[in-house]
């Protein structure tokens, strides 16, 4: 092999990440579930881990789905995340951080017809949603979890992704939030 293509071939770490995608949910073809679980192992083969900042999911978009809104599910209102945004870097990237789980991001293409918001009902070890963009070259929304974590514990996450117009979006996201707030728990 190259001198120049080496790759490191070691094991560095016996922890795991798990993901789980389920389509559709409780009827809603428009609703994706994604599970995470994340094991720290017993078996320190690196350095000793405390702490856990996980983006899960994460999707990366074309420019098509260049709106970014915040949608109050305690309200129903839908607000619109100006262009220029509460954080600029040096790339020129929008970047909004959103520290309530009842206000998530949707993105949308400038019509409505096509959508996408994340949602986590999980309030144990969130951290915020994101997103960002780089204006005509790509888009990202992500959930962040972030605490202290032991070895030889296991952390799960569980968010929701729900695609279709903004209609459909606004609408199952609000159907998911009412489930949440009746006391009906999700299974993992």
Avoid at 43 to 51: A, F, I, K, R
């Amino acid at each position: 092999m190259p001198e120049k293509h080496r790759s490191n071939t070691a094991l560095v770490t016996r922890d795991t990440l798990a993901k789980k995608l389920t389509l559709g949910h409780d009827g809603n073809p428009n609703v994706l579930v994604f599970d995470t679980v994340v094991t720290i192992s017993p078996e320190l083969t690196g350095p000793p881990v405390t702490s856990l900042r996980i983006e899960a999911p994460t999707l990366y978009a074309t420019a098509d789905l260049s709106r970014h809104y915040l949608f109050n599910l305690a309200s129903g209102a839908l607000t619109s995340v100006p262009s220029r945004s509460n954080r600029k870097n040096i790339l020129n990237t929008r970047i909004s951080r959103v520290t309530r789980r009842n206000l998530i991001p949707i993105l949308s293409s400038p019509d409505g017809r096509y959508s996408v918001a994340f949602y986590t009902p999980q309030a144990e070890n969130f951290w915020a949603y994101f997103t960002w963009d780089v204006p005509g070259i790509c888009v990202k929304v992500t959930t962040f979890f972030k605490h202290a974590v032991k070895t030889g514990q296991s952390y799960s996450y569980r968010n929701f992704v729900i695609v279709g117009d903004m209609a459909t979006v606004k609408a199952s996201a609000m159907q998911l939030h009412k489930r949440e707030s009746k006391g009906i728990t999700y299974e993992y």
